[in-house]
């Protein structure tokens, strides 16, 4: 990871202490952008979904091609929005793994407007074709479905940052394809100096965008995933970036590994957008 400081703009955004009390945006105005919450450990749907309801998120994610049906429900009767469900594809190994019940599931989640979140592991000659071809078979059935795929970058992964998911986007050739930009694992990765550039050629394809408070020289999940608006790193730089380079699709907070109670998290989380979105969309 670079040692230098990277800013994109001037927006700071400082949040001080953890604030339970209800949260009010102090601003008529706000980003157009949904926000939702995910990665919220033990819980089961229904609690995952009501939490990040009675907080006041868009909706949710959910991880893995399990418990479609009652999943579901739960983003239903929480009135809120399903809006991706985390796969993973293996190509390591001179061959392609794919996740057991990913058609099902894709077929279970017909006419939703969910984007299935496909994450690419495994390294060894030929991965990078291996990869293309499971990026475009995963779109063929989420087609069937009517649904798009964003290829999801992970930090260890064959695809680990945005610039890898778009170089297999584009090579794989399919409509229904996209990216996704993840701050964390972009900051583990070695954040790209070009990314406003990077930003700009994915925002044709980029589904989905995660955030969470960081800190520049963060080392590990617990210092690159904090609560937004903690850390040091200038994530209302990068918003700002995304949102005048024209991306008005959906914001996920990303809450991988959190140790503090979710409720805190969510609601410390909530304050800090509502502050930052109310900041930038008065821009």
């Not at 990277?6 to 953890?18: D, E, N, P, Q, T």
């Not at 952008?33 to 033990?42: I, T």
Request: aromatic letters at 8%; a negative charge; hydrophobic letters at 45%.
């Amino acid at each position: 990871m670079a040692s230098t400081p990277y800013k994109i703009g001037s927006v700071f955004l400082v949040v001080g202490g953890l604030l339970l009390a209800e949260i009010e945006s102090s601003a008529d105005h706000e980003l157009s952008n949904p926000f939702f919450a995910y990665e919220l450990g033990d819980k089961t749907p229904g609690q995952q979904a009501k939490l990040v309801s009675d907080v006041g998120f868009a909706g949710t994610a959910f991880d893995g091609a399990v418990h479609i049906p009652e999943r579901l429900k739960a983003v239903d009767e929480a009135h809120i929005q399903l809006f991706f469900i985390w796969l993973t594809v293996d190509v390591g190994n001179a061959r392609i793994v794919y996740e057991s019940g990913m058609e099902q599931a894709i077929n279970e989640l017909k006419g939703r407007g969910t984007v299935v979140w496909l994450a690419v592991k495994g390294t060894g000659p030929g991965a990078e074709e291996r990869a293309v071809t499971a990026a475009a078979r995963v779109a063929d059935l989420a087609s069937t479905a009517n649904l798009r795929v964003a290829l999801y970058p992970h930090y260890g992964f064959y695809l680990a940052t945005l610039n890898d998911t778009l170089r297999i986007a584009q090579k794989a050739q399919r409509s229904n394809l996209g990216v996704t930009f993840n701050l964390c694992h972009e900051l583990r990765a070695g954040l790209d100096p070009n990314l406003p550039s990077v930003i700009k050629a994915a925002l044709p394809r980029l589904y989905g965008v995660t955030l969470n408070g960081a800190d520049h020289n963060g080392h590990d999940w617990n210092t690159l995933i904090q609560p937004l608006g903690l850390g040091d790193f200038d994530v209302a730089g990068v918003l700002r970036m995304l949102i005048q380079t024209g991306y008005r699709g959906p914001i996920g907070l990303q809450c991988y590994g959190i140790t503090e109670d979710p409720a805190i998290h969510l609601r410390q989380s909530m304050k800090a957008w509502r502050e930052m979105s109310s900041h930038i969309a008065e821009q």
